[in-house]
Nanobody, 125 residues
Framework: VQLQASGGGLVQAGGSLRLSCAAS????????MGWFRQAPGKEREFVAA????????YYADSVKGRFTISRDNAKQMVYLQMNSLKPEDTFVYYC???????????????????WGQGTQVTVSS
């Protein structure tokens, strides 16, 4: 399984970005997906997660109402639409996939088996 995240960049506060994560491998549609973010020297933090069917979604309180996670199993893609961005949203964002056909969601990074390379999001004030 390989995950490739893209869509990061520099945006002004109040702007929007859409992150994409392309997955290879046959098990994508059976596994829960998540987005996490990390600043240099800091712990990785949970952003959002979506179950295999898209029927269960979790968000961190800090992004609730501004970010939307979605997935397209046919295309093996997961997305993170980020609106009303703030300078404190500046991080490297990672997509992750749970393994072992675990289709449920999780807040915990240690419950994800596969990780993308990360994409930088910088929000200027």
């Amino acid at each position: 399984v390989q995950l490739q995240a893209s869509g990061g960049g520099l945006v002004q506060a109040g702007g929007s970005l859409r992150l994409s994560c392309a997955a290879s491998g046959r098990t994508f549609s059976r596994n829960g997906m998540g987005w996490f973010r990390q600043a240099p020297g800091k712990e990785r933090e949970f952003v959002a997660a979506i179950s295999w069917s898209g029927g269960i979604i979790y968000y961190a309180d800090s992004v609730k109402g501004r970010f939307t996670i979605s997935r397209d199993n046919a295309k093996q893609m997961v997305y993170l639409q980020m609106n009303s961005l703030k300078p404190e949203d500046t991080f490297v964002y990672y997509c992750a996939m749970r393994g072992s056909n675990s289709g449920t969601v999780s807040y915990y990074d240690h419950e994800y088996d596969y990780w993308g390379q990360g994409t930088q999001v910088t929000v200027s004030s």
